[in-house]
């Protein structure tokens, strides 16, 4: 998309001259572009026709935005590694709220080093919250997945649930997750980056095999596209009033809205932490967000940081 600047058609060997690489080379990497989801067109021929393709238009995001924290300041990128560390370089500049959302991440992360398919269609999104209230963090990123569930009911009629930590899953398949890094000065918060992945308008057969049947995304839930700059603005304005009462003291509350939406309490699960896997049953959400679980042996251990199957 980028290599056509503003035309609309070319031909591959115009671009392999323009690019200093093989119509093969060439060829090989527009296909991969595609398969990423870039709206191109081959024809037989040699010509290469970009669709027509409705970008994130932060302008438009920010026209009707009515947000007081988020989205007091919004970037938007073509193309970024990650969104998360793209907001990184702006930190010491960016005021909270800040968001910074890209069409596609080459390397887009997810929870514990894994990595994230980011192509064009999905929102891909960073937020830069600077809580002031001494709170866990855990309970701001539950809270946070949770007013994205309720803006995809809103926007999209799709009703995902919650699967502990920050996973939101519609009929067992991820259409969303949250990645929260904190970082703090001692044992003060001083900002957490809290990440978004929203599988908004993609074809569900990029993903890989081993994911084929373990996501979904909106348009293949209600078998249309979902329009993008609605469902961000809706985001942005559900995230604002969580974290607004989140840093007005209504932790419980919110914390009383992610237990109705989790699907993880009263699971058997398995639980995968660095320390080993174990098994048990789901028990409960602590009021730091840490998932509560009873061990097979009998003991009930809080859980911070891990990874959880469903087993039924
Ligand atoms: C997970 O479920 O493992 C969390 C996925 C978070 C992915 C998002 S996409 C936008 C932001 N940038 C990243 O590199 N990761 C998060």
Same mark, same amino acid.
């Given at each position: ?27 090989? &990497? ?15 021929? @040699? ?15 920010? +026209? !009707? ?5 988020? @989205? ?12 998360? !560390? #793209?907001?990184?370089?702006? =930190?010491? =500049? &960016? ?19 894994? /990595? ?30 949770? &007013?994205? *569930?309720?803006?995809?009911? &809103?926007?999209?009629?799709? /009703? ?6 920050? %996973? ?7 259409? +969303?997750?949250?990645?929260?890094? *904190? /970082? ?40 249309? =596209?979902? !329009? ?9 304005? =559900? ?7 989140? #840093?007005? @003291?209504? *932790?419980?509350?919110?914390? $009383? #809205? ?7 309490? @009263? ?14 049953? +789901?028990? %409960?959400?602590? #009021? ?21 199957? $469903?087993?039924?």
């Amino acid at each position: 998309m980028v290599f056509l600047g503003n035309e609309r058609k070319t031909s591959l060997r115009k671009l392999a001259l323009a690019l200093r690489a093989s119509p093969r080379e060439t060829s090989d &990497a527009l296909h991969r572009l595609k398969r990423l989801g870039y709206p191109l067109r081959f024809s037989r021929a @040699g010509a290469i026709e970009r669709l027509p393709f409705r970008i994130i238009d932060a302008q438009q995001l920010r +026209a !009707d935005l009515s947000t007081e924290r988020i @989205g007091r300041r919004i970037e938007w990128r073509l193309h970024v590694h990650s969104t998360q !560390d #793209e907001l990184k370089k702006l =930190e010491g =500049e &960016a005021e909270d709220g800040t968001v910074l959302l890209a069409e596609t991440q080459y390397a887009g992360r997810g929870r514990l080093t894994r /990595s994230w398919l980011s192509p064009a269609g999905g929102i891909w999104m960073s937020v830069l919250l600077r809580p002031t209230w001494p709170k866990s963090h855990q309970i701001l990123a539950l809270a946070f997945a949770t &007013a994205v *569930a309720r803006a995809i009911r &809103a926007v999209a009629g799709v /009703s995902p649930l919650l699967k502990w930590p920050n %996973d939101l899953v519609v009929q067992s398949r991820k259409i +969303a997750g949250v990645l929260a890094e *904190a /970082s703090y000065d001692g044992s003060k918060l001083n900002q957490l980056i809290v990440g978004l992945g929203l599988n908004a308008n993609i074809k569900t057969t990029l993903f890989p095999e081993e994911l084929q049947g373990r996501v979904t995304s909106i348009n293949r839930e209600v078998g249309r =596209e979902v !329009d993008r700059i609605l469902l961000t603005r809706r985001i942005l304005e =559900e995230t604002d009033d969580a974290y607004l009462r989140f #840093e007005s @003291g209504e *932790a419980s509350e919110l914390l $009383h #809205e992610v237990k109705r939406l989790c699907s993880t309490v @009263g699971q058997e699960v398995e639980v995968t932490t660095v320390d080993g896997k174990f098994k048990g049953e +789901a028990l %409960d959400i602590g #009021e730091d967000g840490q998932l509560i679980v009873r061990l097979g042996n009998g003991a009930t251990v809080p859980f911070y940081a891990a990874d959880v199957a $469903h087993l039924r």
